[in-house]
Structures are given as C-alpha cells and as structure tokens.
C-alpha cells in the first residue's frame, strides 16, 4: 500500500493562479476582437460611402450635374438603379447625410450651391455629426 503525503491534488493558490492567467488571456482575445469590429464597423461606413459615391458620379455622367437631394424618393431610386444594394443607414443605424457644398460665384460674387462639389457624411460610432469619428468623403474641384 502506498503512503499518503498530503500532496494529491493542486492546493487553493495554484488553482486561483491557473484561473487568474487563464481570465487575463480571454480578457486580452476580448479586447481586440472588440477592436478588430470597431474596425469592421468604420470599414463596412467608408465601403458605403464609397457605393453611394459611384452611384452619384453615375448619376452626373446622366444628368450633368449632382442631386440638391439624394433622400428625395426619385433621386434615391436612380441612384439604387445604378448601385443596387447601397443604403444610406451606416452600420451603427445613423442615416448618413449627403450635403452640397457652398462655393464663391465669381462672376455674380455671391456664395451658393456648387453643381459639382458635395460631402457624404456619417456620424460614426457616437451618432454624433461633426464629431471627430466622423468618416468623411466628399468631391471638391
């Protein structure tokens, strides 16, 4: 018969070390996985962006020059015709907004809408507009 030294199994310490270590390891996978789909996120935005982009630029080869409007029922079904598929609500549920954008007449001196420059914004991951997560595309000439 063998003789019992009282050492068995692991003690208390050893187990509470394994668990610690162990916690600390799912703890670091979390923390990135959580990273890697914040950047999944802003990727899947610009993607989207850049889906709506090519619908417009499509749309101003038809038209001559780009939408006031592309919410408006009748713009957005050209630009769906063009683009199928492509949606103006980023990944984290914000309805992105398309703005033309204001520029100097130089012949009446005034400022108003240029026919050929425009942004495409989405609010981020805040929801917030004009905030640093803002992903951004825009036309300028």
Do not use: C
Not at 126 to 139: E, H, K, P, Y
């Amino acid at each position: 018969m063998k003789k019992a030294t009282g050492r068995d199994g692991f003690t208390l310490i050893e187990l509470m070390a394994v668990i610690g270590i162990i916690a600390a390891l799912v703890g670091l996978v979390m923390a990135g996985a959580g990273l890697a789909s914040r950047q999944a996120d802003r990727n899947r935005a610009r993607a989207e962006l850049a889906k709506i982009q090519t619908a417009l630029n499509r749309y101003v080869m038809d038209y001559t020059k780009y939408p006031s409007n592309i919410t408006h029922h009748s713009v957005w079904q050209v630009l769906t015709n063009y683009v199928p598929g492509i949606t103006m609500v980023d990944p984290w549920g914000n309805t992105n907004r398309y703005s033309r954008l204001k520029g100097f007449h130089h012949i009446t001196g005034a400022e108003r809408e240029r026919e050929d420059a425009y942004e495409l914004r989405s609010a981020g991951p805040d929801g917030i507009f004009n905030t640093a997560d803002d992903i951004v595309t825009s036309r300028q000439d």
